[in-house]
């Protein structure tokens, strides 16, 4: 889970809230009604509810409290408040708003889509004031912590087993959309974090790094590092650029080198974080929950 500057509590309670309720939201308007289960112990909640007529919410709840209860005794106290502010939110919403809310049926793209995009936005506000939202994510952590088993493979595992009782409980093309919605969700949760302004880091190799270095600097306002390198087929000396640049700027880029250097050749790649003058702070503090959590 990514961490992020917590601005204040209050800010960081709002977020959390804010983000618990359009998780709740998704559930009643788009993916219960379709039988979509989004995983985790909201998966089970809804098995639940079709079995034995359970509220989704309460039951949510129940199966979040023991393992976060533990969690908290075996990773330390500073694990769940924000976990516990999530799962309290969500459980209670989606009960509460069930019968107010309108439901997306008929369209199994629209209430897949939405459905996913929804969640994942809600998710994404969760993370970005370093909480989580519970679910499988606990007792994944804690396989972790007993059995070193690496959360990923713990997490799928888990999920590959929801997915299995959702086909089975609603057929397999409810299962196949809730994979859609599954994706739908991850790719919105890194859209949310990495903005529009994610970075780039570029090399390029080129016989202008003048006119490329000066073009770069004063056009896009980018810092600008040379560096020497010889081809390892010809031992021909060149230099190479590198620089920082965000994913507005891509095209732009490509268009100062294609004029200045049309047999220049180019490398980009995505960066997860950039720190320092023109980004983010290079002493921004982090405040790191206990085993990245809380």
Known sequence: ????????????????VTGSILMALSVDIFLDPNDVVPGGFTGLSMFANRLWGWPVGVTLLALNVPFLLWAMKVLGPAFGPKTLLSVAVVSAAIDLLQPYVPVVRGEPLLYTAY????????QSLVFRANGTSGGTEIPAKLL???YDIPLPKSLLAMDVVILGVAAYFFGLAPALYALIASWVMSQTVSVVEEGITASLSVFIITRQPDLIRETILQQLNRGVTLLQGEGGYTGTRRTLIFTVINRRQIGRLRRIVGRADPQAFMVINASNEVLGEGFKPLSMP???AADGLG
Not at 3 to 11: A, D, G, I, T, Y
């Open 286 to 288: 982090s405040r790191r």
């Open 144 to 146: 972790h912590h007993f």
């Open 1 to 16: 889970m990514p961490v992020h500057r917590s601005k204040s509590p209050l800010f960081d309670g709002l977020l959390i």
């Open 115 to 122: 459905g996913g995009l929804l969640y994942g936005l809600g």
